[in-house]
Every structure is written in structure tokens, then in C-alpha cells.
């Protein structure tokens, strides 16, 4: 009787000592290690907890609140044609504070749309308000302030003004001597909101009783009283 030879057996590294399956194989260890699932649910917790809120917190700081705020505004659909925004300064007020406009287009009057605004402004929380300097020059249309909480707005409401097409592949020059290339006067109006921190509104200060452009302060007074006018003069030696 032939007796066959043992062949030795080789240690399973990927199991853990003394681990046998019932059949007598050695137990293998399923696909993928606890720390390698410990770790990607790691990384799964610090994308859904750091990362998404930090971008979605990124979107809303490059979204100017107050521009939400006037996209809010209950002003007709008329009122409020193409807006434009324009942003400058800083949200910190580093230097320059920040400097909100809006500009847009409306398809009806000047009174018509300016009373709309005016309406829209008051059922936000928007209070009138008027300072020295609103406008800071005479204007033409309808120019009135506001104030809310920190802030403070002004709304200019005027009649369109239509540019000619070019001439010849050059603008047209306006005013210019032919009537044919002046700008004329179109259906609508133009509406422009301005909005700043009221910390930074000049009008929110104390005003000079004249406006500080037109008068300057002499830096060489001139004296009215001469003092050595009173001394008695020294009789001659």
C-alpha cells in the first residue's frame, strides 16, 4: 500500500490565526478591510458636513443680500425690465465700503414707475428720507432717499433717452448739428437704485450750513486787531 505524502500547509496571511472555515479551508476575508470602509465613510462625512456647506456658503457671500432683497421688491414686471448690477467696495468696509446699483428699464412714465418703486419701498420697511444733498445736484425726474436699518437707498426715476444708430459705421455724436443724429426722447423710463451702508452715507453725519464745495476756510486768516497798536512809544535816548 502506497501511502501518499503529506504536502505542508501554507499559512493564510489574509486570515487571522486559528480562523477555519467548517469545511476545513482556510477562511478568507471579505472584499475590502474594516479601516478601508472606516476611512471612505470618513471622507464621505467630511464632504456631505465640510465641503458642500462651505461652497454653498461661498455661493450665498457672492450673492449680495441686498440685491436679493431687491429682487424681492413687489414692483410690477414693467417696472423692472433687464436689470443690471453693479458692485464695488468692500463687504468689510476695508478702505471702501460697499457700493450697490441697479439699473433697469421700464416700459411705462416716469410718475407712473417712480410711484410704483415708492409703493414697492415702503411695504419692504423702507422709510423716505430727506437729507441735505438728495439729490446732491438738481436732477432731472423724480430723486427721493430712503432708510432701513443699516442702510440707506436712493431711487432716481427718469425719462429714456434713445441714442441714434451709427452713421456711416461711426456713432453718432450727440448733442450734434443735425437734428437727424440727436438723441431722442423714448417710450418708458430708466430707474436707477443706489444702496449703501449708512456708516458710509455722508448725509447721515452733520451737515455745514453751506455746502462745503462751494466755500473753502482761509488758512491765513486776516488779523482785525493789531496787538502792538496799544504800545506807548520809548521817548528817545
Request: glycine letters at 6%.
Amino acid at each position: 500500500m502506497v501511502r501518499r505524502a503529506e504536502v505542508p500547509e501554507v499559512a493564510d496571511v489574509d486570515r487571522p490565526e486559528g480562523g477555519q472555515a467548517g469545511d476545513g479551508e482556510p477562511r478568507r476575508s471579505a472584499p475590502g478591510s474594516p479601516r478601508l470602509r472606516a476611512a471612505v465613510l470618513v471622507l464621505a462625512s467630511v464632504i456631505l458636513l465640510g465641503v458642500l456647506p462651505a461652497f454653498f456658503g461661498v455661493q450665498t457671500m457672492n450673492r449680495d443680500p441686498v440685491f436679493a432683497s431687491l429682487d424681492e421688491l413687489e414692483v410690477p414686471s414693467w417696472a423692472s425690465v433687464e436689470p443690471v448690477d453693479d458692485v464695488s467696495g468692500s463687504q468689510w468696509c476695508l478702505l471702501d465700503c460697499r457700493l450697490r446699483e441697479r439699473t433697469a428699464t421700464s416700459d411705462r412714465s416716469t410718475d407712473e414707475t417712480a410711484q410704483a418703486y415708492e409703493a414697492a419701498l415702503t411695504r419692504d420697511g423702507w422709510q423716505r428720507w430727506t437729507p441735505n444733498y438728495c439729490p446732491e445736484q438738481e436732477e432731472k425726474g423724480s430723486y427721493t432717499c430712503w432708510r432701513r436699518d443699516e442702510l440707506t437707498l436712493d431711487l432716481w426715476v427718469r425719462d429714456r433717452t434713445c441714442v441714434p444708430p451709427p452713421v456711416d459705421g461711426e456713432p453718432a455724436v450727440v448733442p450734434a448739428p443735425d437734428p437727424s443724429t440727436a438723441a431722442q426722447e423714448c417710450p418708458g423710463s430708466l430707474v436707477s437704485v443706489k444702496v449703501r451702508n449708512a456708516i458710509d452715507d455722508e448725509r447721515t453725519r452733520p451737515q455745514p450750513s453751506t455746502d462745503p464745495s462751494l466755500t473753502g476756510e482761509d488758512p491765513f486768516p486776516t488779523v482785525t486787531d493789531d496787538p502792538l497798536s496799544d504800545l506807548t512809544p520809548s521817548p528817545p535816548s
